[in-house]
C-alpha cells in the first residue's frame, strides 16, 4: 500500500491540519500515560521545521456520549505536549465553527494549536461531509498520523483527507512499515505469538497469518478452546464453546500448511479466578475438573524459549495468561523478555502484550511497539483501513 508521505509534502507557509491520536489516560486532569503524545512528537517537529508552518491539531478523547463534557477536554494535553515539544500549544475551545476558525487565523509561523476534542460533535463519528467540510477549512493541508484511530471512517480520519492535499505521518509511515511484510513476506522463521482472553476476537488475525507463518505460539485464555478441541480435559478454564469447530479446523489447515502450532503443554492454574488465588501448578496438559487455568506453566515457558530466540520475525498480540494478577503474570513476563531478547524483527501490537511490555520494563528493546490496538488487530487482520486507504497515492 503506497501512501502520500508527510515528507513528500510542499508544507512551506502552509496551516497544516494534523489528526493525531491523544486519546489519552486522564486522571484529576493530568495526563497519566503520554506513550501516545510522545509517539506523535516525530511529525509534529518535521512539521514545525518547514519553514512558515503553522500546526492545527485534532484528535477524539474518550467517548463523550453527548456533546461537549469537561472530563473528556483536550486541554491537560495541551499542557503536556507544550512540556514534550518545548513551545506553547495554544487551544480552542471547539474543532470547528467561528471559535475554531478564529483560532486558527490568528496563528503565526511556528504556532501550535491544539483543537477541542472532535467527539464533541456527532458528526465526527457518522463521517458526515458537512463537517468534515468545516474541519478542512481550517487548514491548507492534512496530515493523518493517528494510527490508533485509522480504523474507523470518521470526518476527522477519512472525510477530510478527500477534501485538502492529504498525507500520512511518520507515525502511520512506521505502523505500516512493521506491520506490512509481516502479513506479505516476513522474514522466515516467523514466530506469531497470540493470546489474550477469546479465541472469538482474534480468529481472523488466527487465519490471516497462518499462510506465512512458521510457527504460531497460542496461549491465555484463548488456548482453552484449542486444547479442547484436541479432546483435552481444562477443567474450569475461560472456554468459547462456539469456537470448538473454528479452532478445530484452524488446527487442521495448520497442519495442512505444515504450521507448526505450540500450545500450552502445562499450567498455573487456581480454584477461583481472583487476584489472591493461590498458583498450582499441573503438570500436564489436562487441568483437573474444579481448577482454572490461569498461566501458562514452566514447561510451556522453556519450549518457547528456543522457538523465540530462533525467529527472524517475531510478533506478540496478547498475553499469555492473567497478567494483571501477579501470581499468574510469569508466563507474560518470561516471553515479554524472549521477545526483547529475540535478535530478529520483533513487534508488539494490541493494547494488552503492550501493556505488558511496558509494565515489564522491555518495551525499548522491542523493534516495533504499536500504538493501534483495535487499528493494528485490523491491520493484521488483512482489513484495508479506511484511514490509510484515503492517503493512497
Ligand atoms: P485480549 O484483549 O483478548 O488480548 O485479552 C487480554 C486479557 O486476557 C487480559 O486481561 C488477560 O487477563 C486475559 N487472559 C489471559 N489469559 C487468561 C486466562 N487464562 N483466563 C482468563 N483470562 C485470561
Redesign the pocket.
Known amino acids: 500500500m503506497a501512501v502520500r508521505k508527510v515528507k513528500d509534502a510542499d508544507l512551506k507557509n502552509k496551516r497544516v491540519l494534523v489528526r493525531v491520536d491523544f486519546n489519552v489516560p486522564l486522571k484529576d486532569g493530568t495526563v497519566t500515560d503520554d506513550t501516545r503524545i510522545r509517539a506523535a512528537l516525530p511529525t509534529l517537529k518535521h512539521i514545525l521545521d518547514q519553514p512558515g508552518t503553522r500546526l492545527i491539531l485534532m484528535s477524539h478523547l474518550g467517548r463523550p456520549k453527548d456533546g461537549p463534557d469537561p472530563q473528556f477536554s483536550l486541554k491537560p494535553v495541551a499542557a503536556r505536549l507544550s512540556e514534550l515539544i518545548g513551545r506553547p500549544v495554544k487551544t480552542a475551545d471547539d474543532c470547528v465553527g467561528p471559535v475554531a476558525e478564529a483560532a486558527a487565523g490568528a496563528l503565526s509561523a511556528g504556532d501550535i494549536l491544539l483543537l477541542e476534542n472532535v467527539r464533541f460533535h456527532k458528526s465526527e463519528t457518522k463521517n458526515d461531509p458537512e463537517f468534515a467540510a468545516q474541519l478542512a477549512k481550517l487548514g491548507e493541508v492534512y496530515v493523518n498520523d493517528a494510527f490508533g484511530s485509522a480504523h474507523r471512517a470518521h470526518a476527522s480520519t477519512e472525510g477530510v483527507a478527500h477534501l485538502l492535499p492529504a498525507y500520512a505521518g511518520l507515525l502511520i509511515e512506521k505502523e505500516v512499515a512493521f506491520f506490512e511484510p509481516v502479513l506479505k513476506n516476513p522474514a522466515k522463521p516467523f514466530v506469531a505469538i497470540i ?4 479465541v472469538s ?2 480468529i481472523a488475525v488466527l487465519e490471516s497469518l497462518l499462510p506465512n507463518c512458521s510457527t504460531l505460539v497460542i ?6 478452546t484449542f486444547l479442547k478441541a484436541q479432546g483435552h480435559q481444562i477443567g474450569k ?2 472456554v468459547e464453546d462456539d469456537y470448538i469447530t473454528t479452532a478445530s479446523g484452524m488446527l487442521q489447515a495448520a497442519r495442512e500448511k505444515g504450521v507448526e502450532v505450540v500450545l500450552p503443554v502445562d499450567h498455573s492454574v487456581a480454584s477461583e ?1 481472583s487476584e489472591d488465588a493461590k498458583p498450582e501448578p499441573v503438570d500436564s496438559v489436562d487441568i483437573p475438573a474444579e481448577k ?4 501458562i506453566g514452566p514447561r510451556s515457558i522453556e519450549k518457547l524459549r528456543s522457538i523465540i530466540a530462533a525467529a527472524r520475525t517475531v510478533l506478540w ?9 501477579d501470581n ?1 503474570a510469569k508466563g ?1 513476563h518470561e516471553v515479554a523478555r524472549m521477545v526483547a531478547d529475540c535478535a530478529g524483527t520483533t513487534i508488539v501490537g ?4 503492550v501493556a505488558a511490555a511496558n509494565k515489564f520494563g522491555v518495551a525499548e528493546r522491542i523493534d516495533h511497539v504499536s500504538t493501534g ?1 483495535g487499528a493494528s488487530l485490523e491491520f493484521l487482520e488483512g482489513k484495508v483501513l479506511p484511514g490509510i486507504k484515503a492517503l493512497e497515492a
Open positions: 493470546g489474550g482472553a477469546k476476537s482474534k496461549g491465555g485464555g484463548m488456548s482453552y478454564s475461560l479466578f482454572i487455568g490461569l498461566d498480540n496478547g498475553p499469555m495468561g492473567v497478567f494483571e494478577f499468574f507474560t494490541g493494547g494488552d502484550s490496538g
